[in-house]
């Protein structure tokens, strides 16, 4: 008998948990909305704007030596996140734009590096926003 007893109060406890836990992920879900460019009224911006952006890659994209012996070169298209801090997050390149297995890993790791952006405002409030970012390759 106790222990249907201690059976069912452990059932219990975790259903209880269970249901604590989808409650708490679905607070979190709704507070950690991800915004399209078009969504918010200052989008996301890389320090110096475009100016900025166009100097970081000159001084720190490189080809990737890997890459030489297949000759490898394409545009590899990267998505990410800018959080409400300015940080990247979820960096990928999504299937269907792949280019090289190389090219993909070399441009996902240069957008990882990059700095801190300007997060994307909504109603003056920092927000997190979609970004995507393309990076040409080219065979010398």
């Known amino acids: 008998m106790k222990k249907n007893m201690i059976i069912a109060i452990a059932a219990a406890m975790l259903t209880a948990g269970?249901?604590?836990a989808n409650a708490q992920t679905k607070a979190k879900q709704q507070t950690t909305t991800i915004y399209t460019p078009e969504q918010v009224d200052q989008r996301a911006m890389f320090p110096g704007g475009?100016?900025?952006m166009m100097n970081y890659m000159m001084q720190n994209m490189k080809y990737p030596?890997?890459?030489?012996k297949d000759q490898a070169r394409g545009t590899v298209v990267v998505h990410f996140v800018v959080e409400t801090d300015g940080s990247i997050s979820d960096v990928h390149v999504p299937d269907s734009q792949?280019?090289?297995p190389?090219?993909?890993a070399a441009a996902v790791a240069f957008v990882k590096?990059?700095?801190k952006w300007k997060p994307a405002k909504l109603k003056?409030?920092?927000v997190r926003q979609r970004a995507s970012h393309a990076i040409m390759y080219r065979y010398k």
């Open 18 to 20: 269970t249901f604590t």
């Open 50 to 52: 475009q100016e900025g």
């Open 65 to 68: 030596k890997e890459a030489e």
């Open 98 to 100: 792949k280019v090289h």
């Open 102 to 104: 190389i090219l993909d």
């Open 113 to 115: 590096a990059m700095p």
């Open 124 to 126: 003056d409030k920092a």
